[in-house]
């Protein structure tokens, strides 16, 4: 007999939006605040210190109220011209994306194509910008959320570092989870978004344009209007800073906490952190049998994503644990979607939401059919937390 409770705690492990510190979601259930008033202005400038910080950047970082599509577009609209052609690296379905943005704005794009699950070929972008001299960006992303894979977006801007060329990167589920450097590597353009390993709910997006790529801004000739860098730039540099429109201010105050917490808890331990909750994923998922989507190796440590067990819809292990076990993972995308599901383990997480959710994945799949020492999976994910002192 199942007992099912309709008040199950509700735990959120897809890669986006993720769960949101208390003190977070308290700070934007305060009364509405007036953006131009002293008391957003202080919390705006703490924001932008600490967005620095995670971006490691000492150049501006804007922030748009829009998803992290808006940054993407951003990029594209403030950095080139009708036709300009631009090299774009996918491997996966936000891959897609910066071709298709670029694509809607009438750009040459050349695409590249990696096999989803795999990481982009360097020698092969690298033949790319020696067949197109002519190529004014390479547009990357560092997370590929639709399949774990994290790219080396630093090696990426090296091929780019000498050319009249600039490195475009969608961090939009990468930043604050997975080490990204953004002037030590020189990336040109680096996108974000407020919902994902920063902690916040969605509702803000962010990008930091390097001294080169400013010179891409003045002289791109696409059409822009909300999205105009120089109004952001005009904006931001004020003192307190400002943002040009009416901000997400309820999301922005949240951020502040979450971003404080990133503060205190210091980029290079959550980097740490993030690798092994993606090891203990993965070492749970081997043990129990299933096949890794995602590359067997610490740089995924944003998503995991997995195989399905032949003959198991990936939607009936998904739905069973929301409804049955109160725990919410994701499914594929484009065209991965009913063949693998993607848990997520980039911000507010613990030890003890890993092995919740391998718990529930485990009795999921034993009770769908697929067998396996029950608790094996567990046990992993137990042993690479006590190994690296994870509590
Ligand atoms: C890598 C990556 N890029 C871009 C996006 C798009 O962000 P949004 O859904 O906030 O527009 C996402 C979010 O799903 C993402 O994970």
């Known amino acids: 007999m199942v007992i099912m409770s309709h008040h199950k705690k509700h735990l959120l492990m ?118 197109n001299p002519d190529a004014k960006g390479v547009l990357c992303t560092h997370s590929e959320t639709s399949t774990g894979v994290v790219n080396d977006v630093k090696a990426i801007a090296e091929l780019t ?98 971003l404080q917490m990133i503060r205190e808890e210091g980029l290079e ?10 090891r203990a994923v993965r070492e749970a998922i081997k043990s129990i049998g299933l096949n890794l989507f995602s590359p067997d190796d610490d740089s995924s440590s944003a998503v995991t994503a997995v195989w399905s067990p032949e003959g198991i819809d990936p939607k009936k292990i998904t739905t069973m644990m929301r409804v049955e076990y109160g725990i919410t993972i994701a499914g594929g995308q484009g065209k991965v979607k009913g063949k693998i599901f993607r848990i997520g383990h980039c911000g507010y997480f613990q030890r003890s939401d890993i092995i919740s959710t391998i718990d529930a994945l485990e009795s999921v799949l034993w009770r769908l059919g697929f067998k396996f020492e029950k608790g094996i999976g567990v046990l992993a994910a137990q042993k690479v937390f006590d190994e690296a002192g994870i509590y």
């Open 14 to 131: 897809t890669p986006g939006p993720t769960p949101v510190p208390e003190k977070a979601l308290l700070a934007q259930a305060r009364g509405m605040i007036h953006h131009r008033g002293p008391e957003y202005g202080e919390i705006i400038t703490r924001v932008v210190e600490n967005l620095k910080y995670v971006f490691q950047t000492s150049r501006d970082v804007f922030i748009f109220t829009s998803s992290g599509t808006g940054a993407m577009e951003s990029a594209v609209v403030n950095l080139f011209s009708p036709n300009d052609k631009v090299i774009v690296a996918s491997t996966g379905n936000f891959g897609d994306r910066w071709a298709n943005i670029s694509s809607a704005y009438g750009l040459n794009v050349v695409k590249l194509e990696f096999e989803w699950g795999t990481k982009a070929d360097i020698d092969v972008i690298k033949k790319a910008i020696d067949e």
């Open 161 to 258: 570092k000498d050319k009249d060329m600039v490195v475009v990167v969608d961090a939009v589920s990468g930043l604050g989870a997975c080490e990204l450097k953004t002037d030590e590597w020189g990336l040109d353009v680096v996108v974000s978004g407020s919902q994902k390993a920063l902690m916040a709910p969605p509702g803000l997006a962010f990008a930091t344009v390097s001294e080169k790529a400013w010179k891409f801004v003045e002289e791109s000739k696409l059409p822009k209007f909300y999205f105009d860098y120089k109004k952001y730039q005009a904006s931001i540099r004020k003192d307190p800073p400002q943002s040009p429109f009416t901000p997400a201010i309820s999301t922005m105050l949240a951020l502040g906490e979450s």
């Open 269 to 278: 331990n959550i980097w740490k952190r993030h690798i092994v909750f993606g």
